[in-house]
């Protein structure tokens, strides 16, 4: 005759895998809910499944007056980042004002070095005499 054996409850037990205190047995499977030293976490690294299903041995339960764990509500490690096409605009507007910006200055510089041109007119005068003039 086969013995059958009886589930266990859910609650915390001694961790079969060894690396926590306590792991927690949801009824039908370990959980990566772990506690070590009072300290509650999850453990990243998940029980091999042959493991997983293998339920706590008799007389491995944890007295703990702790109520059922609660899993954290899952957050991606980074926010993803939020992008605005407002954001890419302004930059296309702020690099064309500074190309601009740049072009208005190397002008004004090339300009400013054209000094060494003379720019003035040279005049010439001729006097006419009274009698000239009144001969014409």
Do not use: C, H
């Amino acid at each position: 005759m086969k013995e059958r054996t009886v589930p266990q409850p859910a609650d915390w037990y001694a961790d079969p895998s060894g690396r926590y205190r306590n792991r927690y047995w949801d009824g039908s499977q370990w959980t990566d809910q772990v506690n070590d030293g009072g300290r509650s976490a999850l453990d990243p690294d998940s029980l091999a499944a042959d493991i997983a299903r293998t339920p706590p041995a008799p007389g491995s339960r944890v007295a703990s007056a702790a109520p059922p764990p609660e899993l954290p509500p899952q957050r991606a490690a980074v926010p993803p980042r939020q992008k605005s096409g407002a954001t890419g605009f302004a930059a296309f507007i702020g690099a064309v004002v500074a190309l601009i910006a740049i072009i208005v200055l190397i002008v004004v510089m090339v300009s400013s070095d054209d000094d060494t041109t003379d720019t003035t007119v040279p005049t010439t005068t001729t006097e006419a005499t009274a009698s000239e003039w009144s001969q014409a």
